[in-house]
T-cell receptor
Framework: DTEVTQTPKHLVMGMTNKKSLKCEQHMGHRAMYWYKQKAKKPPELMFVYSYEKLSINESVPSRFSPECPNSSLLNLHLHALQPEDSALYLC?????????????FGQGTRLTVV | AQKVTQAQTEISVVEKEDVTLDCVYETRDTTYYLFWYKQPPSGELVFLIRRNSFDEQNEISGRYSWNFQKSTSSFNFTITASQVVDSAVYFCALSEPQGGSEKLVFGKGTKLTVNP
């Protein structure tokens, strides 16, 4: 199984809503990532979890709150978002070891904030 | 800081033409990794190739080939006999290893359209 599964695929939320994005992998990877991709732009790193600990936060606003409940799951909790937060949110995973491999990406969640 | 430049924003070719996508990178690290990813309209990033900084061998995989030249900091990607299914956005990326995790720095991408 070389898949990273993200749910939901599409999400429309109001600025006062609270929602969560979910990401799951069963490859035994120990590093998991959230990337944000605006239309016609490259993905930009938001957060990295390494061995279930937050290791990188790229100065992301607090209205985005990541969580890694276990080594297979990664969540992104959303609260009080702005319309400019509308984007494709991509989850990825890597082995997390010194042996470097490619990152496996999920299909993403297309988020629209209204 | 690390940087990846893909100067070609959009390329349009006719099926069966060969096409080369350019990638130039900047880094101060001696150990680094370069990647190419394909992003079809469905959104997921599909891994194509990984190359580490110590391996300058060019690689061929079917219709795809990659030319890594450290002297010019370039990692170009050629598709031979292009097909309509090759239409996608292609990203070149550079990895900044940070302990056990890696931060990918992406170029802006090249949108390839292959017309029948």
């Amino acid at each position: 199984d070389t898949e990273v599964t993200q749910t939901p695929k599409h999400l429309v939320m109001g600025m006062t809503n609270k929602k969560s994005l979910k990401c799951e992998q069963h490859m035994g990877h120990r590093a998991m990532y959230w990337y944000k991709q605006k239309a016609k732009k490259p993905p930009e790193l938001m957060f990295v979890y390494s061995y279930e600990k937050l290791s990188i936060n790229e100065s992301v606003p607090s209205r985005f709150s990541p969580e890694c409940p276990n080594s297979s799951l990664l969540n992104l909790h959303l609260h009080a978002l702005q319309p400019e937060d509308s984007a494709l949110y991509l989850c990825a995973s890597t082995t997390g070891s010194v042996v470097k491999t490619e990152a496996f990406f999920g299909q993403g969640t297309r988020l629209t904030v209204v | 800081a690390q940087k990846v430049t893909q100067a070609q924003t959009e390329i349009s070719v006719v099926e069966k033409e060969d096409v080369t996508l350019d990638c130039v990178y900047e880094t101060r690290d001696t150990t680094y990794y370069l990647f190419w990813y394909k992003q079809p309209p469905s959104g997921e990033l599909v891994f194509l190739i990984r190359r580490n900084s110590f391996d300058e061998q060019n690689e061929i995989s079917g219709r795809y080939s990659w030319n890594f030249q450290k002297s010019t900091s370039s990692f170009n990607f050629t598709i031979t006999a292009s097909q309509v299914v090759d239409s996608a956005v292609y990203f070149c990326a550079l990895s900044e290893p940070q302990g056990g995790s890696e931060k990918l720095v992406f170029g802006k991408g090249t949108k390839l359209t292959v017309n029948p």
